[in-house]
């Protein structure tokens, strides 16, 4: 079972499994001469991860991979000197489950964990701990800063300033379950649902496109657009 693909900076594409740790994928034209690691390596606990279950991938600009994990807490791994480090519990984090990652434009890192914890790390420092009563799916920070969160239960929320403000059906978004986030070209976030198919948020208002209009199924996961301004839903 793979748990989502990220291509690095490097041109590495890298896949989280159940149980088997993450591969790496070197893709190349030529192979001639190129030892076997350099196609297909996996890394696993032997290498430092926490936990063989990555759920979780991510990038800070400066090229530090982040590994979120089952039961692992947070694997950092440096690039350049190949190492591995950890954090935990013991660190900071609220839960040693981490499904969502997101990095920023300086390099810290947005984690979320099981438990509804938002935490921002600095390299392995804890710089600020939020936390909410639903388990975090998706973290994605916006063209402003702000921090939108897709949760399992608390619809959609979004930290700004310290603050957070939810959107549920009791106050217009249309599913308290929900997975992707992204924002296009124009400025438009979209976020997919469990239940409500697509929903883009424009103008300070929520337009939901379902079944009912174009969507061949309501179950909205991951959301992306190509070089030709087309969104792309799984």
Do not use: M
Not at 14 to 40: A, C, E, M, Q
Not at 165 to 188: C, Q
């Amino acid at each position: 079972i793979t748990n989502g693909v990220f291509q690095d900076s490097r041109g590495f594409i890298w896949s989280g499994t159940v149980g088997f740790g993450v591969n790496r994928l070197h893709i190349t034209k030529n192979r001639t001469g190129l030892p076997p690691d350099s196609l297909v390596r996996t890394f696993t606990t032997a290498d430092g991860l926490g936990s063989n279950s990555v759920v979780a991938i991510a990038e800070s600009p400066k090229g530090t991979l982040w590994f979120g994990s089952v039961g692992g807490g947070l694997a950092r791994r440096n690039t350049v000197t190949g190492q591995t480090s950890l954090l935990t519990k013991q660190h900071g984090l609220s839960d040693n489950t981490v499904r969502a990652l997101a990095t920023t434009p300086d390099g810290n890192v947005w984690v979320g964990t099981d438990d509804g914890g938002i935490h921002l790390f600095s390299n392995d420092r804890l710089l600020s701990k939020k936390k909410i009563p639903f388990r975090i799916h998706t973290l994605f920070p916006d063209h402003k800063g702000k921090l939108w969160i897709a949760s399992l239960g608390g619809g959609l929320s979004v930290l700004e300033n310290g603050k957070f403000r939810s959107y549920t059906p009791a106050n217009g978004f249309p599913d308290k379950l929900t997975f992707g986030i992204y924002e296009d070209h124009k400025r438009v976030l979209w976020i997919g649902t469990a239940n409500a198919g697509l929903v883009a948020f424009k103008d300070g208002r929520f337009i939901n496109i379902s079944t009912s209009n174009v969507l061949p199924d309501n179950r909205a996961y991951c959301i992306l657009e190509d070089r030709h301004q087309n969104i792309w839903v799984s």
